[in-house]
């Protein structure tokens, strides 16, 4: 999924189990502080210049927070009244990748397994219908005012006619291996509905409603790593390729046959069709004017008329939850600092002023870790590095621009376009960046900068370990790298390796000298930790199984399922399960709680239980562990008597 992967999970709070204690008391319920939300505004999943009642200009948002999709905002532009609509039905953490605007007039979109209709005349939600799994990637509407919706993950396709009130849920219409993306639909005027997909391996499909056939409209050796394309023609015919993007290739479908035709002919005009991806922001108002800013941060909207050149700027209120922290650390500065999706934000908390800095930032914020001076973010998209500099003031992120604040440094795509681990390396000076791949591929690279010579070096996956890709990274002595593997692809991409795997990297000749998958039927080493006093390496795999690895002996010393004791560790994009305390203490993040690591015995005990889910890590400051619990920063005092180093 685009956003993707958002992880959404729930887990229950634990219950004080028998044996669970450490040696150094009682499971501690106290010493806990929520901060507040970081980021404490949503982001839009799609923005439509509507009408009401006759005449009345209505903005329609769909609005999104660490929750998902949580409702519909309606803003008058002349007043600057608002009103919010629940989502009527449960939408697990899912949102609008698609929405589409009738020419009724009603707004319809399909996510969380419901397809609903919204009448901005009514201010209602109409209609709900529970569907097969799972969000729409594209909507359409035919020639008799059917409302169409091609879903995502295994091609479900389904329909609803306002006039008669009827909706029909085809199901899965084509089944693949891999998560598929159905990102354009079309109808033409005998009435079948094509629908391109993407990513490990492009199609195009139509589908006759009339006898429920499903039909390939490219040839199998036609189809590409990539994504269709599918538009409806003003002449009434689809057009379409097996890759977008190209100049030829393209087909013109009509009742079901395909006929190629290179070039699209010059003729050729879309028709206008109200819909668009989670990013559709249509603009225009029936009477002709339009949106001009929408600030929701701001909680400000500008109109404008572009007859007159007259403007009108309106307040306006909603609620939110805020955004989800996506992993938060230590910056030079002494604030506790990170990124939030979605929307894209930067903060920064000064747990001695207790205040709050935030600005937008350039994409998402997966990974962050300081180093001497500097704060470095690993984003999505494109893999992307990224230096701030907390002693000089912000200023925008733009690629190529040298006095950005963050600075662009490079990025690694497609070998890496959603980072999990960045390691900063205790020499000082060499940052390492791992991750998944674009859509659509499976295996990702690791990407190098050295921050004295500013240049950058990439393996691939080919050169590391094919078809895998980079969750874990550990600084080991003599210029050596612990890498641990996850077997994902990226997004929308084929799962090709069987089990993770850990590796040794060396740093001088960038050669892999050994791997081995330690951890039978492991899918991913989810983070470790490399602990330079006793020359081991703690980890976690699959959020569950605890280990310790001996680098030198290259073999396990200890493995422990810790799921019915303590439960998963915190999961994220960039998870930063381990925290180091003082003198050397290893904490881990649990979604539960916070546990403690015996150095000697290598016991793992819950010290802590959270009166919240922690979902992303982590560090230490000042004698408290900071973590995120969905859009709330949280800490922990460690009390005097609690567990430190032997």
């Avoid at 930063?576 to 015995?601: C, H, M, N, W």
Wanted: proline residues 6%.
């Amino acid at each position: 999924m685009v956003f993707h992967s958002f992880w959404i999970y729930a887990v229950s709070l634990m219950t004080v189990i028998a044996g669970c204690c450490t040696a150094w008391g009682q499971i501690s319920e106290t010493g806990f502080t929520d901060h507040g939300v970081a980021v404490p505004f949503s982001t839009h999943r799609g923005v439509i210049a509507a009408e009401g009642n006759p005449g009345e200009a209505l903005v329609l948002i769909w609005l999104y927070d660490h929750r998902g999709c949580y409702g519909l905002l309606i803003v008058e532009p002349d007043t600057g009244r608002s009103q919010e609509f629940a989502t009527p039905f449960p939408w697990g953490g899912d949102a609008p990748y698609a929405s589409i605007l009738s020419t009724r007039g009603k707004l319809y979109s399909h996510f969380g397994s419901h397809f609903v209709e919204f009448d901005p005349q009514k201010r209602a939600f109409t209609f709900v219908q529970k569907t097969v799994p799972q969000m729409a990637m594209s909507l359409t509407e035919n020639d008799h005012g059917v409302i169409w919706s091609a879903t995502y993950p295994q091609c479900g396709l389904a329909s609803y006619d306002p006039s008669t009130g009827t909706f029909r849920d085809y199901g899965h219409l084509h089944r693949e291996n891999w998560a598929q993306y159905p990102r354009s639909i079309a109808c033409d005027t005998a009435g079948w509905v094509y629908f391109a997909i993407g990513y490990t391996k492009s199609h195009i499909l139509g589908f006759s409603p009339a006898d429920g056939r499903v039909v390939p409209m490219i040839p199998e050796e036609e189809r590409r790593q990539g994504m269709a394309r599918v538009f409806r023609a003003t002449d009434g015919f689809v057009y379409g390729q097996a890759l977008e993007g190209k100049e030829d290739g393209w087909y013109r479908f009509f009742k079901g046959t395909a006929e190629k035709i290179g070039r699209l002919p010059s003729g050729v005009k879309q028709k206008a069709i109200v819909a668009g991806s989670q990013g559709l922001f249509h603009s225009r108002f029936p009477d002709g004017r339009r949106i001009k800013h929408l600030d929701l941060a701001a909680r400000q909207l500008t109109i404008e008329d572009p007859h007159t050149g007259e403007s009108k700027t309106v307040q306006f209120e909603y609620s939110s939850q805020g955004g989800h922290i996506m992993g938060l650390a230590l910056a030079p500065n002494g604030t506790i600092c990170g990124g939030t999706a979605f929307p894209f934000w930067f903060f920064s908390y000064d747990p001695k002023a207790g205040t709050w800095e935030r600005h937008p930032c350039y994409g998402q914020w997966n990974t962050v870790a300081r180093q001497g001076n500097r704060f470095f973010v690993g984003g999505y998209t494109k893999g992307f590095l990224l230096e701030w500099n907390p002693e000089v003031p912000w200023r925008e992120t733009v690629e190529g621009d040298k006095d950005s604040n963050p600075r662009y440094l490079v990025d690694a795509y497609p070998h890496i376009n959603r980072p999990h681990e960045l390691l900063a390396h205790p020499d000082g000076n060499l940052l390492v960046l791992g991750g998944t791949p674009a859509y659509g591929h499976t295996g990702g690279g690791l990407l190098f900068w050295d921050r004295r010579t500013e240049s950058s070096w990439l393996l691939r996956h080919t050169e590391i370990l094919e078809y895998h890709s980079t969750m874990s990274l550990a600084a080991l002595p003599e210029g050596k790298l612990l890498g641990g593997t996850t077997v994902a692809p990226g997004t929308g991409g084929e799962q090709k390796a069987s089990q993770a795997e850990l590796y040794l990297l060396d740093l001088e000749t960038k050669r892999i000298e050994w791997h081995s998958p330690v951890i039978p039927g492991a899918r991913e080493y989810t983070d470790m930790y490399y602990d330079p006093e006793i020359d081991l390496v703690f980890g976690i795999a699959d959020r569950s199984r605890f280990f310790v690895f001996n680098p030198a002996g290259k073999e396990l010393v200890r493995q422990e399922d810790i799921r019915q004791k303590l439960g998963p560790c915190v999961y994220h994009q960039g998870p930063r399960v381990f925290v180091r305390g003082e003198d050397g203490t290893v904490f881990i993040l649990l979604a539960r709680g916070i546990a403690f690591v015996d150095r000697q015995s290598f016991e793992i005990s819950m010290v802590a239980k959270a009166p919240v889910t922690i979902t992303a890590g982590g560090d230490f400051h000042e004698g408290r562990i900071y973590f995120a619990s969905g859009s709330h920063l949280w800490s922990w005092k460690v009390e005097a008597g609690q567990p430190t180093s032997p």
